[in-house]
């Protein structure tokens, strides 16, 4: 069982930047793919970026550009670098990891960010 806590969210004004992070319990070197996701009020939960063991990331159309995924393997942490937020950018964003080995997935318990106009 990997245990995943997001940290680093908070209150920020529209234009401005915030860096997620998420720490698990165990080596993140098996586990295959790691990525942010977000649910905004009254709104399905979505992907945001995903990152795996080899480095390859994906982004959603929304954020392309503005946010960066990373994972530091030594650290057992993935990150969310996020510049030019926009108030639409507000939303639990949650992290989670996939084990392809079993199938496992892990959710983290979410962080909260707010982008204020």
């Known amino acids: 069982q990997v245990q995943l806590v997001e940290s680093g969210g908070g209150l920020v004004q529209a234009g401005g930047s915030l860096k997620l992070s998420c720490t698990a319990s165990a080596s993140i070197a098996s586990l295959n793919v790691m990525g942010w996701y977000r649910q905004a009020p009254g709104k399905q939960r979505e992907s945001v970026a995903t990152?795996?063991?080899?480095?390859?990331?994906n982004y959603s159309d929304s954020v392309k550009g503005r946010f960066t995924i990373s994972r530091d393997n030594a650290k057992n942490a993935v990150y969310l670098q996020m510049s030019s937020l926009k108030p639409e950018d507000t939303a639990v964003y949650y992290c989670k990891a996939v084990k392809f080995v079993g199938y496992r997935v892990y959710w983290g318990q979410g962080t909260q960010v707010t982008v204020s106009s």
């Open positions: 990152i795996t063991t080899g480095g390859s990331t």
